[in-house]
């Protein structure tokens, strides 16, 4: 097996270990955490099981934390996030 067949096999598995957590998280009725540079600092996208984005910011206050919703996306800015992150 060449190097690049064990990186193919390896790109495989960690794309299919991505889907399955994001799977079990919709599972559990969970969010999928979207990280982006785009965002400012403390904020990230939260993907829900029922198909929307939202933009939260998460703060923290003497060590508890803070989840405020900034925002809900469309549907048009949900499928570019869901684009650029390859969940399609």
């Not at 965002?39 to 910011?57: N, S, T, V």
């Amino acid at each position: 097996m060449t190097d690049m067949m064990k990186t193919d096999k390896s790109e495989e598995r960690l794309k299919a270990a991505f889907y399955k957590l994001r799977e079990n998280k919709f599972k559990a009725n969970l969010p999928f955490l979207i990280l982006s540079e785009e965002l400012p600092d403390g904020q990230a996208y939260y993907e829900y099981g029922d198909g929307r984005i939202e933009i939260r910011l998460t703060k923290t206050d003497n060590n508890v934390y803070n989840d405020i919703l900034v925002r809900e996306l469309n549907t048009v800015e949900a499928y570019k996030v869901r684009r650029e992150n390859g969940l399609l």
